[in-house]
């Protein structure tokens, strides 16, 4: 794993927006409810990373795991040696294009072992990343996905599952940084009426509300793990009014205050 390792950190440092993230940590985190909005696969190539309301799951370094937009998820990061360090690439709905569909159960997760085909495969995505355009990029996602199907871990045709309208509306606010997201605006970006629309977020479970908050803690988490930014411009970044609600929100949901998430990242 180490020229993975490599040159996840030489991209990496460079500053640019990426499409994977990496996750570091040299002391023990343990985050309640972390939201998994889109299929998502999480490389480790340090320490352990325990999931489950039990810690039942574990993905060990030199394995990956492959997670559904089913649920969200307590996960412990467990640094072994130096540090816990980890890459995760989101999926989107496009992305499993040409994989054939031929699964009618949907699992929550699979693991498996990053072998050296995989190695490899991720090694080119990273690489790739630092001057593709996404035209490019979605190739290279493509490429994992079917690298991941020919490998034997056919469970991850069932990832794809149907586009919601409660992801279209996440990306919406990412998007507009949550700002000036009026509802008038998504009827008009979602074409549908705002009784349509409650109504099939409502036959997702959800609402325009819960998925705004969910995506301002995502989207809050994210930063923690993978900026320097300071906690204050995390919280305006996301919508929040004060640093002081933010950490509140933060804290009642993950079980922890970014401070103290941050106490244990890598500070290089």
């Not at 999931?51 to 412990?76: P, Y």
């Not at 085909?117 to 790739?128: D, G, P």
């Not at 994992?144 to 599952?161: A, D, F, Q, R």
Request: glycine fraction near 6%.
């Amino acid at each position: 794993m180490n020229n993975l390792s490599t040159s996840i950190k030489q991209i990496f440092s460079e500053s640019k927006v990426l499409p994977f993230s990496v996750y570091t940590s040299v002391h023990v985190q343990k985050l309640l409810n972390v939201p998994i909005l889109k299929p998502l696969l999480i490389v480790v190539i340090s320490g352990d990373k325990m999931l489950g309301k039990n810690n039942e799951i574990i993905c060990h370094s030199g394995q990956f795991i492959f997670l559904s937009d089913s649920t969200s998820i307590n996960m412990r990061n467990i640094p072994k040696h130096n540090s816990y360090f980890a890459m995760l690439i989101e999926f989107n709905y496009e992305d499993f294009e040409g994989i054939p569909n031929h699964h009618a159960n949907k699992p929550d997760y699979f693991i498996g072992n990053t072998t050296l085909a995989l190695k490899h495969c991720l090694q080119q995505f990273v690489e790739s990343s630092a001057w593709a355009p996404e035209e490019i990029i979605a190739i290279r996602k493509r490429e994992i996905l079917t690298l991941l199907y020919h490998l034997g871990y056919t469970e991850v045709v069932s990832m794809k599952g149907q586009q919601k309208i409660s992801q279209r509306l996440h990306d919406l606010f990412y998007e507009k940084n949550f700002h000036k997201v009026t509802m008038d605006y998504i009827c008009q970006q979602l074409a549908m009426s705002e009784s349509t629309l409650r109504r099939k977020l409502a036959a997702e479970g959800t609402s325009v509300k819960a998925i705004k908050g969910r995506a301002r803690l995502g989207l809050s988490l994210h930063l923690l793990q993978t900026t320097s930014d300071g906690i204050g411009l995390i919280a305006e970044k996301c919508g929040y009014h004060s640093q002081s609600r933010f950490t509140q929100r933060f804290k009642a949901h993950f079980g922890l205050t970014p401070s103290e998430l941050r106490k244990t990242k890598v500070t290089d």
